[in-house]
């Protein structure tokens, strides 16, 4: 079902990318408007907001292009147009490339794209998240990949904090500028012609913002490259770094060429630039007194041919041009498991939250519980009888809702996911299957730490063929409860609406399973909710369990007066249960399993998908 994502198989760094736009519009329509157009063929909307209009600007190889202007000017979203992120079929206008119009599959993964929210896992190294961003992008494995990051690192002064991990939020790390470098050194381990960042001085100080542009500036001067940046107010020294400049406002190209260019123009306006204020931030201030510029405004005319010219001396002196090659991922699908199984590794061992937490809760909980129904299940009786099946459900409460913890992790592991997969780093199948291969064995782990301290102290069915069938049903449990986290961490918005929901799936599940209120009590509308139940089946599996088999024949669990009034097998005929019926159970668990993680890749493919396209 997977679309395949097309990767260049070379792309020579002297091959020079010019962007330009024409007559390029974008306005935003609501749901109703898109429908109205859609269905009813209106080719005029009402309501609808431009937020470019008639733009026509240039970025040239070798040069920094900054594209400038108060907040709301629209400077993102021409960005973002730019770099394939926005729908050719939402925009009117052209965008080209080198002339011809952007194949936007073949130019999203010949660029590098930086937004202004570092997608980066925390836990890791700077040295391991360029290592992985190579490993995955890179053909030629982990000797090409470590000769292009050890050349990269130097190249973006990172050397010195290569064992530092990352850090955020509540864990230090690097420094905001160095994050900074390490999110352009990601989009950078595959050598683009052309690399756009948004707001790359976002939250920095003024000797950190220098040196990140002063980086992108020797790229540009020293390897050709095409670089387009957005920024709000750049200070003096790091304005002189910028070859060319698109100031917008409100959707309109004030200015579009040189910062001498703008100077002339404010000056012609009898504008007089103060004392220690720089040409861009008066231009701001005084922006709606610039005439809008258009393709035929005479300044533009100029600086739109002096940049062909420009393009074609280049293009003549270079040793190809842009050509068609032969497009497929970097690695192959078992190797982009096992780099993405090493990096899931990695940051599971590094999650106290997720993985001490875990350990420990599993051992504590069991032991407590163990103490808590100390024995039971060596008592007679039928108080004995409700308390053993007290603690099953109990327990099965406790494992099914323990795993809600993971939602986090997986919502901010979903971010780097769709925007790793834009590029075409790899397959979403590749990340569904070594996300499940990683937790398979850590929650085993999890799984038997519990059951070791539990089982024996309680004092269920005493024999090792018992033990291993409960340890089974345990790990099954937390594998479903697992499943279902990624399934809807991959289709909610939040965190806060994905706790909610899950929480409300559990309580279903509980509440319909059988044990508070019996099948032949449930209505028979919500019948299907019993048999969509995760609590019912490993909640049948540790009856059939205990009290199944040749020893539940002979097991008396009820006396009185000296009679045994109650075996394990008669038990289980009351409650409409078959010896046959825990593996049918198990598979049915298993089916749970990999239905979830079938749903998650489906629902992670499409918006994958979505973004793509």
Known sequence: MELPVQQSVSIRRKTPYCLETKHLSYKLCSQFDKFKRGWLGSNSVRGTKFILMDVNCEARPAEITAIAGPSGAGKTTLLEILAGRISPCEVSGQV??????????????????????????????????????????????RKMADIRVTELMKELGLDHVAASRIGGGSSRGISGG????????????HDPAVILIDEPTSGLDSASALNVVSLLRLMAVNQGKTIVL??????????????HLVLLSNGFVMHNGSLNLLEERLKSADHQIPKHVNVLEYAIDVIESLVIQTSKTPSNQ????EGKDKYHAMKNQDIINLEEKVFFYPNSHINEILILGQRFCSNVFRTKQLFATRVIQALVAGFVLGTIFLNVGREQGQVALQTRTGFFAFSLTFLLSSTTEGLPIFLQERIILMSETSRGAYRVSSYVLANTLVFLPFLLMVGLLYTTSVYWLVGLRRDIDGFLFFSLVVWMVVLMSNSLVACFSALVPNFIMGTSVIAGLMGSFFLFSG?????????????????????????ECFLINEYGGQQGRKRCIVIENGVCTLYGSGFLRQQGLQDSQKWSNLAVMTGFFVGYRVLCFLILWYRCYRTRK
């Open 96 to 141: 080209l490339v080198n002339e011809r119009p952007i194949d936007v599959n073949h130019f999203r993964r010949a660029s590098g794209f930086v937004t202004q929210d570092e997608a980066l896992f925390p836990l890791l190294t700077v040295k391991e998240t360029l290592m992985y961003s190579a490993l995955l992008r890179l053909p030629g494995g």
């Open 230 to 243: 957005t920024i709000h107010q750049p200070g003096f020294r790091i304005l002189e770094l910028f070859d």
């Open 515 to 539: 044990y508070f209120i019996s099948k032949k009590n449930i209505p028979s509308y919500w019948i299907f909710m019993h048999y969509l139940s995760l609590f019912k089946y490993p909640f």
């Open 178 to 189: 160095e994050r900074r470098r390490v999110s352009i050194g990601v989009e950078l381990v």
């Open 302 to 305: 100029y600086v739109l041919k």
